[in-house]
């Protein structure tokens, strides 16, 4: 069975950083495309970054230079790394697999 | 970057036709996914490649894309339909290869 688990979401200072993982099982990150698509409060889905089976990486221009995706194929885990977090990027976090399967979500709340 | 464009809303009553348009740009070239999503809950994948349904997922929803439209159609409709819909393409030859759709609220009357 498939399942996809988010973590590392938190209330964090504008300005600060988080990194975000999602753990898979069931199946090899590094096979798939894996993406990460937020969705703020009251908002719809945005999606964010992408990586593909080959490691090659493309972003939402609202986080482009500020956000870096990447995965451990060790520990089967993909990664969003955060920096120079702002408001406007307070929203739930989801991976999925491209193939249907989604995580829960973590939150990531930037506030002061 | 590719735009698509969905209704923000649409009602029905219990046991009738619901139809949920996408629209975009010659998006009969393009495969579109459909997702579902309750308060709450993550999205779930509810039609893939225009038509086709993942296990588990009632025949009552179906999908159907050609010219700048996709569609889907969600049969005899119940209560536990009301939910947000979402459409969704890769735009393989983009540096923003997915996206999606504004999303469209379903109401059951």
């Known amino acids: 069975e498939v399942q996809l688990v988010e973590s590392g979401g938190g209330l964090i200072q504008p300005g600060g950083s988080l990194r975000l993982s999602c753990a898979a099982s069931?199946?090899?990150?590094?096979?798939?495309?894996m993406s990460w698509v937020r969705q703020a409060p009251g908002k719809g889905l945005e999606w964010v970054s992408v990586?593909?089976?080959?490691?090659?990486?493309y972003y939402a221009d609202s986080v482009k230079g500020r956000f870096t995706i990447s995965r451990d194929n060790s520990k089967n885990t993909l990664y969003l790394q955060m920096n120079s977090l702002r408001a406007e990027d307070t929203a739930v976090y989801y991976c999925?697999?491209?193939?249907?399967?989604w995580g829960q979500g973590t939150l990531v709340t930037v506030s002061s | 970057s590719y735009v698509l464009t969905q209704p923000p809303s649409v009602s029905v009553a219990p046991g009738q036709t619901a139809r949920i348009t996408c629209g975009g740009n010659?998006?009969?070239?393009?495969?579109v996914h459909w997702y579902q999503q309750k308060p709450g809950q993550a999205p779930v994948l509810v039609v893939y490649?225009?038509?086709d349904r993942p296990s588990g997922i009632p025949e009552r929803f179906s999908g159907s894309n050609s010219g700048n439209t996709a569609t889907l159609t969600i049969s005899r409709v119940e209560a536990g339909d009301e939910a947000d819909y979402y459409c969704?393409?890769?735009?393989?030859?983009?540096?923003?290869?997915?996206?999606f759709g504004g999303g469209t609220k379903l109401t059951v009357l």
């Open positions: 999925d697999d491209g193939a249907g399967n």
């Open positions: 990586i593909y089976s080959g490691g090659s990486t």
């Open positions: 010659n998006i009969g070239s393009k495969s």
């Open positions: 969704q393409v890769w735009d393989s030859s983009s540096d923003h290869p997915r996206v």
């Open positions: 069931g199946f090899t990150v590094s096979s798939n495309y």
């Open positions: 490649d225009d038509s």
